[in-house]
């Protein structure tokens, strides 16, 4: 019995459910679907496929070391998944469970229905530590902890070759290694409108040394630097685009991680390891709340803060933003930094979001489509939860208003990442560096920047907007019903909230939440000193 392994974010053989399931039935067909719907979707740029593409050439070569290439097809799932099961009377197809965007999830919802029309079983797996459905939110921590901690997929050591004798005259077949790529680029995505090229990205084939290079030295740093810009590049793992498209299994990092941890004696490096398996262990948190909630992509979490921003976006302030022409040096060196690498460390993301949501008063969903389109690690189960908690539309994390100034004279003292991508203002002294519109006009002139011509300046006044912004906040849940406003907040709190003990009354869902219990009370919090 012939299986389709339909790979989607999960390009990888190491702790690969799907493919260890399908092997153990029989031969089975690797396919690859290039789906051009999916990249006409506004949360997709080019520069995903960029890494998608060498991550399918080391696909491949895992594959071919097995007797049995990749197969990489272009069309709509649906229709491409069943013509293959019709051409090597395929009894099954297999593969994960993605939580992907709204697209991918109307997507499988399609090729579900045509596998099953033509009698054709679906085996999806665990990828992550989500559940589907999750019925209880009270019992995911432990659950997590016991699927990341449980034996590792090994794959199969061989796959039978199955294009020897092909089933028919008119089966599909896959390219040859030396002409794969050629293939890849015949069939690449195309969108009307894209990000410029992204030329210094990371990219698919430095997996392994990215791994190593990271457990081996830069982790020494990664508490120490992982909020400074100029730093955080090379301290911080760099592993996301390889979670994010399935080239490293998040259950094998973590096991990698603590048994790293238990060789190690008391000291810097150990802190630091144990500092970062405490974000990976919120990697799955967050995507639980996607599957869980696939409108997080489009609405606010809670509806309360619905219309709160919506009629106030400005177009003008928006394109400054997108295109790193603010006037405030570290929030553009940071957008210019992302549009150039598709890589930025989280403060920075953060930081981005919060200036756009609160000092520009953007709402948060082209923010959130704008920066899927740049960051080459996107994510959308962590990305749209993480905008909304950053924007402050969730009721359940008080609001972090960075203040751009503080963060860019605390995190990027010396000028280092403000002076790398913004080269007009290079040659400013430290102490003008950071405010560069105080400067005087005959300064400029000395240092070789005229403001509003080489550099512009601020589109809005930075202790103003942060005055408006707490006033609109206060006005607006001023104006809300408050006992309507609990209900739906005790409703998340319960759905998404992080807790590993059940929450056994209203008042310790919101204490646990780290939430107000009124809208009166929305906590507020001017972030300088982080």
């Known amino acids: 019995?012939?299986?389709i392994l339909w790979f989607k974010r999960d390009l990888r053989l190491d702790d690969h459910a799907a493919l260890t399931a399908a092997a153990k039935r029989g031969p089975v067909l690797p396919l690859y679907i290039i789906e051009p719907d999916y990249w006409q979707q506004p949360d997709t740029s080019l520069r995903h496929w960029q890494f998608i593409k060498g991550a399918l050439l080391e696909l491949d070569k895992q594959l071919r070391s097995l007797g049995q290439p990749l197969l990489v097809l272009r069309g709509p799932a649906s229709k491409v998944l069943v013509q293959l099961c019709q051409q090597y009377q395929a009894t099954a197809v297999f593969s994960h469970e993605e939580t992907g965007n709204l697209w991918s999830y109307q997507r499988d919802v399609a090729v579900a229905q045509a596998l099953k029309a033509h009698g054709v079983a679906w085996f999806q797996f665990r990828q992550f530590a989500i559940f589907r459905p999750l019925l209880n939110r009270d019992h995911w921590f432990h659950q997590a902890d016991d699927w990341l901690k449980s034996p590792l997929e090994k794959p199969p050591q061989a796959l039978t070759p199955l294009f020897a004798a092909v089933v028919t005259p008119h089966a599909e077949l896959p390219a040859s290694g030396a002409h794969?790529?050629?293939k890849l680029t015949e069939l690449a995505p195309t969108r009307q409108h894209d990000l410029p090229p992204c030329h210094s990205m990371q990219q698919a084939f430095a997996f392994k040394d990215t791994v190593h290079s990271f457990f081996a030295n830069r982790a020494n740093n990664y508490q120490k630097h992982i909020s400074y810009a100029a730093k955080a590049d090379q301290s911080c793992s760099r592993l996301s685009p390889y979670l994010s498209y399935g080239m490293l299994s998040m259950r094998a990092l973590q096991q990698q991680c603590v048994q790293q941890m238990?060789?190690?004696?008391?000291?810097?490096?150990?802190?630091a390891l144990q500092a970062f398996f405490s974000r990976l262990r919120w990697h799955c948190h967050f995507m639980q709340k996607l599957e869980d909630d696939p409108v997080i992509e489009m609405a606010n979490m809670h509806p309360g803060f619905d219309?709160?921003?919506?009629?106030?976006f400005s177009r003008e302030k928006f394109a400054a933003f997108c295109a790193g022409q603010t006037g405030y040096p570290l929030i553009d060196a940071a957008i210019r930094c992302l549009l150039s690498t598709g890589w930025l460390h989280f403060r920075g993301r953060a930081m981005l979001v919060a200036f756009a949501s609160y000092h520009l008063w953007l709402h948060w969903r082209p923010t959130a489509l704008f920066l899927a389109q740049c960051f080459v690690d996107y994510e959308p189960g962590i990305h749209y939860p993480q905008i909304q908690m950053?924007?402050?539309?969730?009721s359940m994390n008080p609001n972090r208003i960075y203040n751009p100034l503080k963060q860019s004279q605390q995190k990027d003292p010396e000028g280092h990442f403000i002076r790398r991508w913004c080269p007009e203002l290079a040659l400013l002294p430290d102490s003008w560096l950071h405010s560069p519109w105080l400067l005087p006009a005959q300064l400029q002139r000395r240092y070789g920047v005229l403001l509003g011509i080489d550099y512009p300046m601020p589109i809005v006044q930075l202790e103003q907007a942060?005055?408006?912004?707490?006033?609109?906040?206060?006005?607006w849940s001023a104006q809300q019903n408050k006992t309507l406003w609990r209900t739906q907040q005790q409703q998340l709190v319960q759905r998404h909230a992080s807790r590993k003990k059940p929450v056994k009354s209203t008042k310790a869902a919101i204490t646990s939440a780290k939430t107000s219990t009124t809208p009166q009370q929305l906590q507020i919090f001017t972030e300088d000193s982080v």
């Not at 238990?262 to 000291?267: E, I, K, N, R």
């Not at 219309?307 to 106030?312: K, V």
């Not at 950053?390 to 969730?394: A, D, I, K, R």
């Not at 942060?466 to 006005?475: C, N, T």
């Open 262 to 271: 238990q060789q190690l004696q008391p000291g810097t490096r150990k802190v």
């Open 466 to 475: 942060m005055r408006e912004a707490r006033a609109k906040l206060s006005a």
């Open 307 to 312: 219309g709160m921003r919506e009629l106030d």
């Open 1 to 3: 019995m012939i299986s």
């Open 390 to 394: 950053q924007s402050g539309t969730t």
């Open 180 to 182: 794969l790529e050629q």
